[in-house]
Antibody
Framework: EVQLVESGGGLVQPGGSLRLSCAAS????????MDWVRQAPGKGPEWVGR??????????EYAASVKGRFTISRDDSKNSLYLQMNSLKTEDTAVYYC??????????????WGQGTLVTVSS | DIQLTQSPSFLSASVGDRVTITCRAS??????LAWYQQKPGKAPNLLIY???TLQSGVPSRFSGSGSGTEFTLTISSLQPEDFATYYC?????????FGQGTRLEIK
């Protein structure tokens, strides 16, 4: 059974840092593109970034709102995905989800999602 | 960036009704569109991908259509568990973007 479990969320002050983890089970994460998506309270989902699979050298893409502040990485030995968040702003407050993508006709679609972890940026 | 505009933003309907939600893209995205259902406190759940392909395990009362800039999600006969918020997402180009959502409530 495919499972994604996020952790690492919490309360952090503006300007601070936090590292989120996404532990995958039931599949080999290096075979799949993986996304981070966030959702601020009462708002719709917002795509944060993508880590392509090992075959694509784990290259990354980021939303403009986080580029230069957030970094996505992986650890194959732990079958895990990470989101390093630096220089956090109050507008980064959200539930953060990781998602596994599956390929269909040249595009990958997020078909499995974790339960999310809440990040609150506040003084 | 590609903007996705969903209509309506709010929809009130009854069990058994047929409902349609529209998603319009600010530029052509071929068929690289997904639809999600989200219930409070839960992650989005993929319903449709590639505009019209039903995700495994999703009831056949859900269907999607469209290409280019206009897409629709149709629920043929609403069930009580379908009352939720629905989002479209384009995966044609970066940055990946979502529509603003359609909240479907019981009349």
């Amino acid at each position: 059974e495919v499972q994604l479990v996020e952790s690492g969320g919490g309360l952090v002050q503006p300007g601070g840092s936090l590292r989120l983890s996404c532990a995958a089970s039931g599949f080999t994460s290096s075979d799949h593109h993986m996304d981070w998506v966030r959702q601020a309270p009462g708002k719709g989902p917002e795509w944060v970034g993508r880590s392509r699979n090992k075959a694509n050298s784990y290259t990354t893409e980021y939303a403009a709102s986080v580029k230069g502040r957030f970094t996505i990485s992986r650890d194959d030995s732990k079958n895990s995905l990470y989101l390093q968040m630096n220089s956090l702003k109050t507008e980064d407050t959200a539930v953060y989800y990781c998602a596994r993508l599956s390929l269909h006709s040249s595009r990958s679609y997020p078909n499995y999602w974790g339960q999310g972890t809440l990040v609150t940026v506040s003084s | 960036d590609i903007q996705l505009t969903q209509s309506p933003s709010f929809l009130s309907a009854s069990v058994g009704d047929r409902v349609t939600i529209t998603c319009r893209a600010s530029q052509g995205i071929s068929s690289y569109l997904a639809w999600y259902q989200q219930k409070p406190g839960k992650a989005p759940n993929l319903l449709i991908y590639a505009a019209s392909t039903l995700q495994s395990g999703v009831p056949s009362r859900f269907s999607g259509s469209g290409s280019g800039t206009e897409f629709t999600l149709t629920i043929s006969s609403l069930q009580p568990e379908d009352f939720a918020t629905y989002y479209c997402q384009q995966l044609n180009s970066y940055p990946i973007t979502f529509g603003q959502g359609t909240r479907l409530e019981i009349k």
